[in-house]
Structures are given as structure tokens and as C-alpha cells.
DNA sequence: TTGACTGGTAGGAAATCTCCTACCTATGGT
DNA sequence: ACCATAGGTAGGAGATTTCCTACCAGTCAA
């Protein structure tokens, strides 16, 4: 699973704060290898959720917001054992049938 | 991570959809044996995502919203790369003054 | 008490994950 | 052309995960 290991999270969340950066940027903020941040950049990429272009010598990485949303769309169903400050919002909002 | 395995995330689904269920009510899902359940059972409690109770010779496994919360509290900081209807909702309303 | 049922734990085999070093290609600068 | 930089791939070692078959304890019913 993607968001699995505290890399690849670390990486989404570099990318999400700083914006699209190249490989040996986000390789400062690692202790292993730059190889082995490769690997987790590419299992990022296969499972969607970065993209990555060329940009003269580097790649640049940035996030792929789709299929996020799909782990919040996961999450979603759960929303009803919690109360979310949105789905109260939204509850409030679109005034839904459902009890 | 707790939701990395389909199975923990299929156990997920059936307490959510059905409520507090017994390990073998809960085995008939899957295909692997029941102790090999028991044991994403137990990781699962671990991460604090199910509870269980004791009612007779049975074990109430249940679903445990705080800890999914997380996930959700994760996930947020990149709502603001797509637009979900909640978060559109939310900008509405409470008219935040960033951008 | 004996037997059936529920479900956890132990030990270990096999699969998967993670990380490394070595090596490769591609681009840009001189 | 030559060298440095950026970054992907290969092969493999070690750690972790997953799954299995025993086996064990607790509960209920006869």
C-alpha cells in the first residue's frame, strides 16, 4: 500500500507544502539512499499519486491529488461514527433525510 | 499500518456495514484460516481501530472511530488540492480570508 | 464431567518489503 | 568531446509480514 511507510507520507507531505521538487531535494530530507527514495518515488508514482515531469536534467515531482481524494472517499462512509466539524456543516447545509 | 492489508480493510467494512460481530461470523468473509484472522484482529486492536468485548463464549469485535479520525485528519491538509463538496461547503460558510 | 464451540497463541515456512552498492543513461556546462 | 550532475535500474541481503497447522483455555449444554 502506498501510503504504507513513513517515507512515502513524508514524501506526499514535502510535496504538498513545498510544491513539485526534483529527486535530490527531497532525497536532504532522508536518512537512506538516493536510489532507495527513488523506489519509493516510484511506487508513489504507480500508485498515482505523484506525477512526474521533466524539467532539463531533473524530474520534478509533484502531488497527483486524484487518488487521494479516493482515500478520502474511502474514509468517507466512516464520517458517521465521528462527527466532523464538515459533515456537520454539511448535514446542516443540504439538510439530508437521513434521520 | 493497520489498513495496509485488504483483509484489515474488508474487517473495516463489515463492522461498519454490520455492526459488532463474532470471529467467525467475521471469518466466513475470507478465505484465509481463522487464526490468521485472529491475528489482523489483534493488529487491528493494536491500532487502536476495533475494540472487543466478551459476551459468552463469544468475541464482540467493533468498530472504533476515534483512530480512524486520524486517517481523517491526515487526509485533510490536501483537501485544498481538489475540491471536495464538504470543503467547498466549509470556504462557503465560514468565508476564511485565505485568498 | 464430558463434549462441542469460540477464539487466542506458538512455531515456522514462504512471500514481500526495504535498503544497500554498483552501474547505467541523459542533460548541461566548459 | 569531456566531465559533473540528476536520477533510474539491477541484484541481493536482511527484516518484516502473512499464512499455515497444531495446540491451548474458556464457556455452555447435556
Avoid at 513524508?10 to 536532504?28: C, F, M
Avoid at 465521528?82 to 459533515?87: A, E, I, N
Wanted: charged fraction near 35%; hydrophobic fraction near 40%.
Amino acid at each position: 500500500m502506498a501510503i504504507a511507510h513513513p517515507a512515502r507520507r513524508e514524501v506526499l507531505r514535502l510535496l504538498r507544502e513545498d510544491g513539485p521538487r526534483p529527486v535530490v531535494q527531497l532525497a536532504e530530507h532522508f536518512d537512506m539512499s538516493r536510489p532507495s527514495l527513488s523506489e519509493h518515488l516510484k511506487l508513489l508514482k504507480d500508485a498515482g499519486l505523484v506525477s512526474e515531469r521533466k524539467v532539463g536534467r531533473q524530474r520534478l515531482y509533484s502531488l497527483e491529488p486524484d487518488r487521494l481524494q479516493e482515500f478520502s472517499d474511502w474514509l468517507a462512509p466512516y464520517e458517521r461514527f465521528w462527527q466532523t466539524r464538515l459533515t456537520g456543516l454539511a448535514e446542516l447545509l443540504e439538510a439530508e433525510d437521513d434521520d
